[in-house]
């Protein structure tokens, strides 16, 4: 059973598109995370949302809306693609992400949803 | 001061050989700092982790040091294989905030 599931896996579309990936957490978690991860490797995060409610914001275009319709999903919706927007993008979760009693942050990524906007 | 400063960018080991990462950082409220693995194509996987309560913590060939006085930590993996060619990212927390901040990772690459 895999824990963070994301789809689609592989993502090829023209600028100026919208597009979303999908993402679903069986782990039980309360946090669900958006992370962009560019051709360098460098890890940024987009969003978090508690219970869905949507607690870290980072300075990301407006063009990328997420929404929470449960705890246990979090999608991500990108409007007007630029060629920028290409990365791999990484859905998690964790337990403790905020309040937590342990303090220990444990994120439970998916595989990642290849975007390439051409 | 949020910065998690990581080095080296890319490193090749042979095989049976030690491998050493590096993490630097500034904000001294951190008190949680973990180390991930990312093979290609895949999510990053926590990897061991550590509190600044200890100076190290060992699992099987993967140890972390951790310097509260120099405000550094790394992690070394022993003997290594192949198998551990992958990114490595250090990061760190603080219980008040659960945000984790990632250092910009490590490719290493184990040479049979």
């Known amino acids: 059973d895999t824990a963070v599931s994301q789809t689609p896996k592989y993502l090829v579309t023209q600028m100026g598109n919208d597009k979303s990936i999908k993402c679903e957490q069986n782990?039980?978690?309360?946090?669900m995370y958006w992370y962009k991860q560019d051709s360098k490797k460098f890890l940024k995060i987009m969003f978090s949302y508690n219970n869905k409610e949507l607690i870290i914001n980072e300075t990301v275009p407006n063009r990328f809306s997420p929404k929470s319709p449960d705890k246990a999903h979090l999608n991500l919706h990108i409007n007007s693609l630029e060629l920028g927007d290409s990365a791999v993008y990484f859905c998690?979760?964790?337990?403790?992400?905020?309040?937590?009693?342990?303090?220990?942050?444990?994120?439970?990524f998916g595989a990642g949803s290849r975007l390439t906007v051409l | 001061q949020q910065q998690v400063k990581q080095s080296p960018q890319s490193l090749i080991v042979q095989k049976g050989g030690i491998s050493i990462i590096n993490c630097a950082y500034e904000n001294t409220a951190f008190d949680y700092f973990p180390w991930y693995q990312q093979f290609p194509g895949k999510g990053p996987a926590l990897l061991i982790a550590i509190r600044p309560d200890v100076s190290e913590k060992k699992e099987g060939r993967f140890t972390i040091s951790f310097n509260k006085s120099a405000k550094q930590f790394s992690l070394h993996i022993m003997d290594s294989q192949p198998g551990d060619s992958a990114t490595y990212f250090c990061a760190a927390s603080m219980d008040s905030n659960y945000q984790l901040i990632w250092g910009a990772g490590t490719k290493l690459i184990i040479k049979p």
């Open positions: 998690a979760s964790s337990q403790d992400g905020w309040g937590g009693v342990s303090g220990a942050n444990v994120l439970t």
């Open positions: 782990l039980g978690h309360d946090t």
